[in-house]
Protein backbone atom coordinates (compact mmCIF):
# COMPACT_ATOMS: atom_id res chain seq x y z
CA UNK A 1 0.00 0.00 0.00
CA UNK A 2 2.93 2.55 0.87
CA UNK A 3 4.16 1.51 -2.92
CA UNK A 4 0.60 2.35 -4.55
CA UNK A 5 0.86 5.80 -2.16
CA UNK A 6 4.50 6.39 -3.50
CA UNK A 7 3.76 6.01 -7.21
CA UNK A 8 1.09 7.66 -7.22
CA UNK A 9 2.74 11.04 -5.87
CA UNK A 10 5.05 10.86 -8.82
CA UNK A 11 1.87 11.28 -10.86
CA UNK A 12 0.19 13.67 -8.98
CA UNK A 13 -0.98 14.95 -5.41
CA UNK A 14 -4.52 14.51 -6.41
CA UNK A 15 -3.73 10.76 -7.30
CA UNK A 16 -2.70 10.08 -4.09
CA UNK A 17 -5.33 11.16 -2.29
CA UNK A 18 -7.54 9.23 -4.78
CA UNK A 19 -5.00 6.32 -4.07
CA UNK A 20 -5.47 6.72 -0.44
CA UNK A 21 -9.32 6.71 -0.43
CA UNK A 22 -9.67 3.53 -2.60
CA UNK A 23 -6.99 1.59 0.18
CA UNK A 24 -9.73 3.20 2.95
CA UNK A 25 -12.31 1.64 1.26
CA UNK A 26 -10.27 -2.27 0.67
CA UNK A 27 -8.96 -1.90 4.30
CA UNK A 28 -12.04 -2.96 6.36
CA UNK A 29 -12.65 -5.51 3.85
CA UNK A 30 -9.00 -7.24 4.34
CA UNK A 31 -9.05 -6.79 8.46
CA UNK A 32 -12.28 -8.59 8.34
CA UNK A 33 -11.13 -11.55 6.55
CA UNK A 34 -8.12 -11.28 9.30
CA UNK A 35 -10.34 -11.44 11.83
CA UNK A 36 -12.61 -14.22 10.76
CA UNK A 37 -9.37 -17.11 12.07
CA UNK A 38 -9.46 -15.56 15.52
CA UNK A 39 -11.97 -16.48 17.89
CA UNK A 40 -14.18 -14.07 19.84
CA UNK A 41 -16.70 -14.98 22.45
CA UNK A 42 -18.75 -11.86 22.09
CA UNK A 43 -19.78 -9.79 18.90
CA UNK A 44 -18.49 -6.56 20.43
CA UNK A 45 -14.88 -8.18 20.41
CA UNK A 46 -15.04 -8.75 17.77
CA UNK A 47 -15.68 -5.69 16.32
CA UNK A 48 -14.03 -4.71 18.52
CA UNK A 49 -10.58 -6.00 16.83
CA UNK A 50 -11.69 -5.10 13.11
CA UNK A 51 -11.60 -1.58 14.83
CA UNK A 52 -8.18 -2.25 16.16
CA UNK A 53 -6.76 -3.17 12.96
CA UNK A 54 -8.60 -0.75 10.61
CA UNK A 55 -7.54 2.11 13.10
CA UNK A 56 -3.94 1.66 12.93
CA UNK A 57 -3.49 0.45 8.99
CA UNK A 58 -5.32 4.07 8.28
CA UNK A 59 -3.60 5.72 10.33
CA UNK A 60 -0.71 4.34 9.02
CA UNK A 61 -2.03 4.91 5.22
CA UNK A 62 -3.85 8.60 5.53
CA UNK A 63 -1.35 10.08 7.92
CA UNK A 64 2.28 8.47 7.94
CA UNK A 65 2.49 7.45 4.28
CA UNK A 66 2.30 10.72 2.46
CA UNK A 67 5.17 12.26 4.99
CA UNK A 68 7.04 9.94 4.55
CA UNK A 69 7.35 9.24 0.85
CA UNK A 70 7.22 13.39 0.12
CA UNK A 71 10.77 14.62 0.22
CA UNK A 72 11.73 17.01 3.10
CA UNK A 73 12.25 20.04 1.16
CA UNK A 74 8.82 19.59 -0.51
CA UNK A 75 6.90 19.78 2.68
CA UNK A 76 5.85 23.67 2.48
CA UNK A 77 7.16 24.50 -1.02
CA UNK A 78 5.38 25.98 -3.75
CA UNK A 79 5.80 22.86 -6.10
CA UNK A 80 2.70 21.11 -7.18
CA UNK A 81 3.88 17.88 -5.64
CA UNK A 82 4.38 19.30 -1.75
CA UNK A 83 3.08 17.86 1.10
CA UNK A 84 0.39 20.52 1.81
CA UNK A 85 -0.99 20.10 -1.65
CA UNK A 86 -1.43 16.62 -1.02
CA UNK A 87 -2.39 16.88 2.93
CA UNK A 88 -5.53 19.06 1.35
CA UNK A 89 -6.33 16.84 -1.55
CA UNK A 90 -7.06 13.96 1.09
CA UNK A 91 -9.26 15.67 3.09
CA UNK A 92 -11.18 17.04 -0.36
CA UNK A 93 -10.90 13.29 -1.19
CA UNK A 94 -12.05 11.71 2.27
CA UNK A 95 -14.90 14.12 2.62
CA UNK A 96 -16.10 13.49 -0.27
CA UNK A 97 -16.07 9.57 -0.37
CA UNK A 98 -18.00 8.63 2.27
CA UNK A 99 -21.23 10.50 1.30
CA UNK A 100 -20.63 9.75 -2.60
CA UNK A 101 -20.54 6.17 -1.37
CA UNK A 102 -23.17 6.38 1.26
CA UNK A 103 -25.75 8.05 -1.73
CA UNK A 104 -24.27 5.82 -4.35
CA UNK A 105 -24.92 2.29 -2.55
CA UNK A 106 -23.95 0.79 -6.35
CA UNK A 107 -23.72 -2.63 -4.82
CA UNK A 108 -27.01 -2.25 -2.81
CA UNK A 109 -28.93 -0.75 -5.95
CA UNK A 110 -27.32 -3.81 -7.86
CA UNK A 111 -29.08 -6.46 -5.80
CA UNK A 112 -32.18 -4.78 -5.42
CA UNK A 113 -32.66 -3.29 -9.26
CA UNK A 114 -30.86 -6.91 -10.90
CA UNK A 115 -30.27 -10.00 -9.12
CA UNK A 116 -33.39 -9.67 -6.72
CA UNK A 117 -35.99 -9.49 -9.90
CA UNK A 118 -33.85 -12.57 -11.46
CA UNK A 119 -34.00 -13.89 -8.11
CA UNK A 120 -35.74 -17.98 -9.03
CA UNK A 121 -37.67 -17.66 -5.61
CA UNK A 122 -39.31 -15.56 -2.60
CA UNK A 123 -37.02 -16.69 -0.43
CA UNK A 124 -33.92 -15.70 -2.42
CA UNK A 125 -34.95 -12.57 -3.65
CA UNK A 126 -35.32 -11.31 0.20
CA UNK A 127 -31.92 -11.76 0.44
CA UNK A 128 -31.67 -8.88 -2.25
CA UNK A 129 -33.46 -6.80 -0.11
CA UNK A 130 -32.26 -7.55 3.39
CA UNK A 131 -30.17 -3.88 2.82
CA UNK A 132 -26.31 -4.11 4.04
CA UNK A 133 -24.42 -4.90 6.83
CA UNK A 134 -22.45 -2.32 8.48
CA UNK A 135 -19.75 -2.68 11.28
CA UNK A 136 -19.81 -0.05 14.08
CA UNK A 137 -15.69 -0.83 14.46
CA UNK A 138 -15.38 0.87 10.81
CA UNK A 139 -17.58 3.59 11.32
CA UNK A 140 -15.64 4.64 14.39
CA UNK A 141 -12.28 4.03 12.57
CA UNK A 142 -13.71 6.69 10.19
CA UNK A 143 -13.85 9.19 12.89
CA UNK A 144 -10.88 8.67 14.55
CA UNK A 145 -9.05 8.84 11.31
CA UNK A 146 -10.20 12.03 10.39
CA UNK A 147 -9.22 12.96 14.21
CA UNK A 148 -5.73 11.45 13.81
CA UNK A 149 -5.09 13.43 10.27
CA UNK A 150 -6.10 16.66 11.65
CA UNK A 151 -3.77 16.68 14.87
CA UNK A 152 -0.53 15.41 12.72
CA UNK A 153 -0.91 18.20 10.36
CA UNK A 154 -2.23 20.82 12.72
CA UNK A 155 0.96 23.04 12.38
CA UNK A 156 1.53 22.65 8.79
CA UNK A 157 -1.55 22.88 7.63
CA UNK A 158 -4.32 24.50 10.79
CA UNK A 159 -6.97 24.87 7.97
CA UNK A 160 -7.32 21.06 9.04
CA UNK A 161 -9.48 22.21 11.71
CA UNK A 162 -11.77 23.44 9.24
CA UNK A 163 -12.18 20.82 6.87
CA UNK A 164 -12.14 17.63 10.04
CA UNK A 165 -14.92 19.72 11.15
CA UNK A 166 -17.12 19.40 7.84
CA UNK A 167 -16.29 15.86 7.75
CA UNK A 168 -17.23 14.93 10.89
CA UNK A 169 -20.72 16.38 9.69
CA UNK A 170 -20.83 14.98 6.64
CA UNK A 171 -20.10 11.75 7.89
CA UNK A 172 -22.79 11.55 10.73
CA UNK A 173 -25.26 12.75 8.30
CA UNK A 174 -24.09 10.19 5.39
CA UNK A 175 -24.55 7.53 8.24
CA UNK A 176 -27.59 8.90 9.46
CA UNK A 177 -28.90 8.33 6.16
CA UNK A 178 -27.55 5.38 5.57
CA UNK A 179 -28.61 3.76 8.66
CA UNK A 180 -32.27 4.76 7.92
CA UNK A 181 -32.29 3.79 3.89
CA UNK A 182 -29.39 1.12 3.41
CA UNK A 183 -28.57 -1.04 6.03
CA UNK A 184 -29.36 -3.59 7.82
CA UNK A 185 -30.24 -3.54 11.66
CA UNK A 186 -27.06 -4.83 13.34
CA UNK A 187 -26.42 -7.32 16.38
CA UNK A 188 -26.89 -5.98 19.60
CA UNK A 189 -23.06 -5.47 21.42
CA UNK A 190 -21.67 -3.49 24.32
CA UNK A 191 -19.52 -0.35 25.07
CA UNK A 192 -15.95 -2.29 23.91
CA UNK A 193 -15.24 0.10 20.64
CA UNK A 194 -16.25 3.24 22.80
CA UNK A 195 -14.35 2.52 25.79
CA UNK A 196 -11.00 1.40 23.04
CA UNK A 197 -11.36 5.00 21.38
CA UNK A 198 -12.21 7.20 24.65
CA UNK A 199 -9.63 5.20 26.47
CA UNK A 200 -6.68 4.92 23.97
CA UNK A 201 -6.76 6.12 20.67
CA UNK A 202 -8.28 9.60 21.54
CA UNK A 203 -4.76 9.86 23.66
CA UNK A 204 -2.96 8.96 20.78
CA UNK A 205 -3.94 11.20 18.45
CA UNK A 206 -3.49 14.18 21.43
CA UNK A 207 0.06 12.65 21.56
CA UNK A 208 0.49 12.84 17.89
CA UNK A 209 -0.62 16.37 18.16
CA UNK A 210 2.50 17.79 20.63
CA UNK A 211 4.68 15.07 19.49
CA UNK A 212 5.09 15.79 15.66
CA UNK A 213 4.00 19.35 15.79
CA UNK A 214 6.94 20.07 17.64
CA UNK A 215 8.95 18.37 15.01
CA UNK A 216 6.88 20.62 12.42
CA UNK A 217 8.02 23.61 14.28
CA UNK A 218 11.61 22.45 14.44
CA UNK A 219 11.89 21.88 10.74
CA UNK A 220 10.72 25.41 9.56
CA UNK A 221 11.29 26.37 6.63
CA UNK A 222 12.01 23.10 5.42
CA UNK A 223 14.72 23.89 2.58
CA UNK A 224 17.63 22.66 4.45
CA UNK A 225 19.84 25.69 4.48
CA UNK A 226 21.71 28.20 6.82
CA UNK A 227 23.02 31.54 6.49
CA UNK A 228 26.64 31.79 6.17
CA UNK A 229 28.94 35.15 6.57
CA UNK A 230 30.62 34.97 3.58
CA UNK A 231 29.62 37.43 0.42
CA UNK A 232 28.61 35.93 -2.97
CA UNK A 233 31.77 35.21 -5.19
CA UNK A 234 31.35 38.43 -8.21
CA UNK A 235 30.64 36.09 -10.92
CA UNK A 236 26.94 35.07 -9.69
CA UNK A 237 26.01 38.65 -9.22
CA UNK A 238 23.47 40.06 -11.57
CA UNK A 239 20.45 37.88 -12.94
CA UNK A 240 20.27 34.22 -13.72
CA UNK A 241 17.96 31.28 -15.19
CA UNK A 242 17.02 29.02 -12.62
CA UNK A 243 14.80 25.84 -12.12
CA UNK A 244 12.68 25.06 -9.14
CA UNK A 245 11.64 21.52 -8.15
CA UNK A 246 8.20 22.28 -9.76
CA UNK A 247 10.18 22.27 -13.25
CA UNK A 248 9.40 26.29 -13.25
CA UNK A 249 11.92 28.34 -14.63
CA UNK A 250 12.54 31.79 -13.10
CA UNK A 251 14.95 34.21 -12.46
CA UNK A 252 17.43 34.93 -9.79
CA UNK A 253 18.64 38.30 -9.12
CA UNK A 254 21.88 38.66 -6.71
CA UNK A 255 23.52 41.41 -5.62
CA UNK A 256 27.14 42.04 -3.80
CA UNK A 257 25.74 42.28 -0.40
CA UNK A 258 23.96 38.46 -0.82
CA UNK A 259 25.52 35.60 0.85
CA UNK A 260 26.45 32.12 0.78
CA UNK A 261 24.06 29.38 1.75
CA UNK A 262 25.15 26.02 2.84
CA UNK A 263 23.42 22.61 3.29
CA UNK A 264 21.86 22.19 6.99
CA UNK A 265 19.94 19.13 7.94
CA UNK A 266 16.42 20.77 9.49
CA UNK A 267 14.74 17.71 9.54
CA UNK A 268 15.14 16.45 13.77
CA UNK A 269 13.32 12.93 13.22
CA UNK A 270 16.25 11.68 10.94
CA UNK A 271 18.87 12.86 13.05
CA UNK A 272 21.59 10.54 14.45
CA UNK A 273 20.95 9.65 17.12
CA UNK A 274 17.14 10.73 16.82
CA UNK A 275 16.59 13.89 19.13
CA UNK A 276 13.44 13.52 21.49
CA UNK A 277 11.96 15.47 22.13
CA UNK A 278 12.54 18.18 19.10
CA UNK A 279 14.07 21.48 21.13
CA UNK A 280 16.30 24.21 20.05
CA UNK A 281 19.35 22.78 21.43
CA UNK A 282 19.52 19.89 19.60
CA UNK A 283 20.93 21.96 16.37
CA UNK A 284 24.09 20.77 15.19
CA UNK A 285 26.83 22.94 16.13
CA UNK A 286 27.58 25.48 12.68
CA UNK A 287 24.19 24.77 11.58
CA UNK A 288 22.07 26.44 13.56
CA UNK A 289 19.29 28.16 11.70
CA UNK A 290 16.16 28.96 13.89
CA UNK A 291 15.06 32.24 14.71
CA UNK A 292 14.90 33.19 18.45
CA UNK A 293 11.09 32.84 18.16
CA UNK A 294 11.31 29.92 16.55
CA UNK A 295 13.58 28.45 19.32
CA UNK A 296 10.70 29.27 21.86
CA UNK A 297 7.47 27.73 20.20
CA UNK A 298 9.83 24.55 19.28
CA UNK A 299 10.77 24.42 23.18
CA UNK A 300 7.27 24.88 24.16
CA UNK A 301 5.74 22.00 21.95
CA UNK A 302 8.65 19.90 22.76
CA UNK A 303 7.92 20.04 26.45
CA UNK A 304 4.58 20.28 25.97
CA UNK A 305 5.26 16.77 23.83
CA UNK A 306 6.43 15.54 26.76
CA UNK A 307 3.81 16.11 29.44
CA UNK A 308 1.14 14.82 26.91
CA UNK A 309 3.26 11.38 26.73
CA UNK A 310 3.35 11.11 30.49
CA UNK A 311 -0.15 11.65 30.79
CA UNK A 312 -1.26 9.28 28.11
CA UNK A 313 1.37 6.94 29.51
CA UNK A 314 -0.07 7.33 33.00
CA UNK A 315 -3.54 6.20 31.79
CA UNK A 316 -2.52 3.30 29.84
CA UNK A 317 -0.81 1.78 32.39
CA UNK A 318 -3.70 2.33 34.75
CA UNK A 319 -5.74 0.37 32.58
CA UNK A 320 -3.60 -2.01 31.36
CA UNK A 321 -1.46 -2.75 34.47
CA UNK A 322 -3.11 -1.20 37.46
CA UNK A 323 -6.82 -1.92 36.86
CA UNK A 324 -6.04 -5.67 36.43
CA UNK A 325 -3.66 -5.70 39.56
CA UNK A 326 -7.02 -4.20 41.21
CA UNK A 327 -9.13 -7.09 40.25
CA UNK A 328 -6.92 -9.82 41.43
CA UNK A 329 -6.90 -8.37 44.93
CA UNK A 330 -10.02 -6.17 45.23
CA UNK A 331 -13.78 -5.93 44.82
CA UNK A 332 -14.52 -4.30 42.10
CA UNK A 333 -18.07 -4.62 41.04
CA UNK A 334 -20.37 -1.82 41.57
CA UNK A 335 -24.47 -2.46 40.52
CA UNK A 336 -26.07 -0.30 38.32
CA UNK A 337 -29.44 1.48 38.44
CA UNK A 338 -32.15 0.38 40.95
CA UNK A 339 -34.62 -2.28 41.48
CA UNK A 340 -37.89 -1.84 40.40
CA UNK A 341 -41.22 -4.07 40.08
CA UNK A 342 -40.91 -3.95 36.38
CA UNK A 343 -40.34 -7.77 34.69
CA UNK A 344 -37.71 -8.35 32.24
CA UNK A 345 -40.23 -10.17 29.81
CA UNK A 346 -42.06 -6.86 30.26
CA UNK A 347 -39.12 -4.79 28.84
CA UNK A 348 -40.22 -4.78 24.79
CA UNK A 349 -36.48 -3.61 23.74
CA UNK A 350 -34.55 -6.24 25.99
CA UNK A 351 -34.18 -9.71 24.67
CA UNK A 352 -32.87 -12.77 25.61
CA UNK A 353 -30.06 -14.61 24.85
CA UNK A 354 -30.92 -17.26 21.94
CA UNK A 355 -28.44 -19.40 21.36
CA UNK A 356 -28.74 -19.09 17.07
CA UNK A 357 -25.97 -18.44 13.71
CA UNK A 358 -26.43 -16.80 10.67
CA UNK A 359 -25.62 -18.64 7.98
CA UNK A 360 -25.38 -16.98 4.83
CA UNK A 361 -28.37 -17.41 2.47
CA UNK A 362 -30.73 -17.60 4.80
CA UNK A 363 -32.86 -14.51 6.10
CA UNK A 364 -33.35 -14.98 9.52
CA UNK A 365 -30.74 -16.61 11.92
CA UNK A 366 -31.04 -20.29 12.79
CA UNK A 367 -31.83 -21.43 16.18
CA UNK A 368 -30.05 -23.90 17.84
CA UNK A 369 -32.03 -24.97 20.95
CA UNK A 370 -34.99 -26.00 22.86
CA UNK A 371 -37.14 -23.47 23.11
CA UNK A 372 -40.05 -25.49 24.58
CA UNK A 373 -39.30 -23.85 28.04
CA UNK A 374 -39.56 -19.93 26.36
CA UNK A 375 -43.40 -18.76 27.45
CA UNK A 376 -42.39 -15.19 25.48
CA UNK A 377 -41.36 -15.61 22.05
CA UNK A 378 -40.60 -11.98 22.07
CA UNK A 379 -37.35 -12.52 23.76
CA UNK A 380 -35.90 -14.05 20.25
CA UNK A 381 -35.74 -11.03 19.30
CA UNK A 382 -36.96 -11.26 15.64
CA UNK A 383 -40.07 -12.92 13.86
CA UNK A 384 -40.66 -14.27 10.40
CA UNK A 385 -44.41 -13.26 9.70
CA UNK A 386 -46.23 -16.33 9.16
CA UNK A 387 -43.78 -18.74 9.57
CA UNK A 388 -43.03 -20.66 13.06
CA UNK A 389 -39.89 -20.37 14.89
CA UNK A 390 -39.72 -24.55 14.37
CA UNK A 391 -39.47 -23.67 10.68
CA UNK A 392 -35.67 -21.80 11.68
CA UNK A 393 -34.86 -23.99 14.29
CA UNK A 394 -31.94 -27.21 13.00
CA UNK A 395 -32.69 -29.01 16.24
CA UNK A 396 -35.88 -30.07 14.07
CA UNK A 397 -33.75 -31.48 11.05
CA UNK A 398 -32.09 -34.66 13.38
CA UNK A 399 -34.49 -37.49 13.01
CA UNK A 400 -36.90 -37.94 15.80
CA UNK A 401 -36.11 -34.39 17.44
CA UNK A 402 -39.85 -33.95 18.79
CA UNK A 403 -40.25 -37.25 20.50
CA UNK A 404 -36.59 -37.34 21.96
CA UNK A 405 -37.38 -33.48 23.32
CA UNK A 406 -40.57 -35.05 24.77
CA UNK A 407 -39.15 -37.98 26.31
CA UNK A 408 -36.26 -35.87 27.64
CA UNK A 409 -39.04 -33.64 29.39
CA UNK A 410 -40.71 -36.56 30.74
CA UNK A 411 -37.37 -38.27 32.11
CA UNK A 412 -36.83 -35.09 34.03
CA UNK A 413 -40.23 -34.42 35.43
CA UNK A 414 -39.84 -38.49 36.75
CA UNK A 415 -36.33 -37.75 38.35
CA UNK A 416 -35.39 -34.61 40.60
CA UNK A 417 -31.85 -35.57 39.31
CA UNK A 418 -32.54 -35.31 35.53
CA UNK A 419 -29.87 -37.61 34.11
CA UNK A 420 -31.43 -37.54 30.34
CA UNK A 421 -28.36 -36.93 28.13
CA UNK A 422 -28.70 -32.62 26.85
CA UNK A 423 -28.46 -32.41 22.98
CA UNK A 424 -29.10 -29.07 22.50
CA UNK A 425 -28.57 -26.05 24.41
CA UNK A 426 -32.09 -24.99 26.65
CA UNK A 427 -33.53 -21.69 27.07
CA UNK A 428 -35.73 -21.61 29.88
CA UNK A 429 -37.68 -18.87 31.19
CA UNK A 430 -39.55 -18.30 34.84
CA UNK A 431 -41.67 -15.41 35.12
CA UNK A 432 -45.28 -14.50 36.83
Same mark, same amino acid.
Given at each position: ??????????????????????????????????????????????????????? @???????????????????? !?????????????????????? @?????????????????????????????????? /??????????????????? $??????????? $??????? %????????????????????????????????????????????????? /?? $??????????? %??????????????????? %????????????? $???????????? !??????????????????????? @??????????????????????? @?????????????????????????EVREIFGYIPSIQVRGFQYPLLTCDLSGLKHTGLIGWKDPGVPYSEHNIIYDLPKADETLVTCEEEKSESAEGDCTKLFS???????
Amino acid at each position: AGCLVYLARKLATAWQAVTIAAINIVTPLVCKILTKYESHARDGDLQASIYIKTT @VFRWVITALAPAIVTPFADT !ASNADKSLLDGVRAIFIAEIWR @VPLLAILDIIGNFRRHFLGPRAPDQRRMNLHFQG /AHYNLGERYTEMTKILFYT $FFYAVLFPTGF $FYAFAGL %VVLYWSDKFSLLRHWKQGPAIGDQISELSRSYFFGLALLAYGIFGSYHW /AG $FPFDNSCVTTE %VISEEYIGTHNAITAGDEE %VKITLSADNVNMK $FCSQDMMRFSPI !AFPALSRYQKEGEEYMTLEQERI @VNLYGWLSIAILAVVAVIFLRRL @VFNGLRNLFCHTYKPRGEATDIGFSEVREIFGYIPSIQVRGFQYPLLTCDLSGLKHTGLIGWKDPGVPYSEHNIIYDLPKADETLVTCEEEKSESAEGDCTKLFSIVKEWAD
